[in-house]
């Protein structure tokens, strides 16, 4: 899965970082205080652990002063991070201590999960140098993931001269993460990688194939659905006017084919309830043909964001209303 929302491009958002040069400055304030009373570097600690409440400003906060700290929001019952989970403490391994991965499970910690605005699970944020950065919500493909972790690791040395220590992977202290025989390649592994390749390049058309070829021999394909439900939309969307779009849209309310339009580039630009409350008005309005449109294009983009996330949900129930 493609990160979503947030990050809907993969790319990370250092314009939404505020006060660069003053966290900067903190940051290098911080590791002279460290040296000047001879505490130990927080770069020693495990490259992947788990945070509470208790031990956030230690562990996240004065942590990210001296490396950036990847925070994995997840929770027991959400079957994505199950996927996810495993993949970021094996990049944490794989990284060598150029960032660390912080573990926050959200039924125990809810304070952490609202104060950090968080809206679905999985998701993914960094803190450098005691400022946020959101990544990407929801499972993702390990070379889109892997993509934003070097443009987190290039931005924290560029923008607040954070570096993380370099360690030996074979030596490194991964906290709780136990070690696992090598998980065989799958039957559609090179296929989704290549599907996965052609949408990071921009071939949507390719990507697009790709992505059915594997769903023709493996229907319920998670990844596949989700990659394809992507690729559709951005090829949806690429042609289009955005202020033209919005302006028909909003001059000719009942023009379902205009707000279909209008919605995709909604969930583009980030504005997930935006796109599912205006499609789900067209279906209130709507009859035949053009209410059956709209209810599909809502589903599809339900399959862009996932199932299990909360705006998702609650656009179901709203749907339900207004269908019966």
Known sequence: MQPRNMSMSGVVDLAAVKAAGEAK????????????????????????????????????????????????????????????GPLLERL????????????????ANQ?????????GIPAVFAVVAGQPIPLFQGAAPEAQIRQV???????????????????????????????????????YDAAL????????????GGAVQAYKNVLSDDPANPEAKLGLAQAELLRRVQDLVPAEVRKEAADN??????????????LVGGHVEDAFSRLVDAVKRSF?????????????????????????????????????
């Not at 509470?52 to 942590?63: I, K, P, S």
């Not at 391994?93 to 039924?107: H, N, S």
């Not at 370099?166 to 065989?184: C, G, K, R, S, Y």
């Not at 990688?193 to 949507?204: M, P, T, V």
């Open 25 to 84: 400055q903190k940051a290098e304030q911080a590791r002279a205080d460290a040296a000047r009373t001879g505490e130990a570097p927080v770069s020693g600690a495990p490259l992947v652990f788990d945070v509470d409440e208790a031990g956030f400003q230690l562990d996240v906060l004065q942590r990210s002063t001296e490396v950036p700290v990847v925070i994995d929001f997840w929770a027991e019952w959400c079957e994505p991070c199950k996927q996810l």
């Open 149 to 187: 972790l070097d443009q987190l690791v290039q931005a924290a040395e560029q923008q607040f001269g954070i570096v993380g220590a370099p360690i030996d992977p074979q030596t490194a202290d991964v906290q709780d993460v136990p070690d696992e025989a090598p998980v065989p390649a799958g039957p």
């Open 92 to 107: 944490a391994g794989e990284y060598a201590g150029t960032f660390v991965l912080a573990k926050i499970d959200v039924d």
């Open 253 to 266: 309310p009942a023009d379902v084919q205009a707000q279909i339009r209008a919605a995709d580039l909604d």
């Open 193 to 204: 990688e290549a599907a996965n390749q052609a949408l990071d390049s921009g071939d949507l």
């Open 288 to 324: 035949g043909d053009d209410r059956e449109a709209a209810r599909v294009r809502l589903l599809e983009l339900f399959e862009v964001i996932g199932t299990d996330d909360p705006r998702v949900t609650s656009a179901r129930t709203a749907l339900a209303r207004v269908l019966f």
């Open 111 to 119: 304070m952490l999960f609202q104060q950090f605005g968080v809206q």
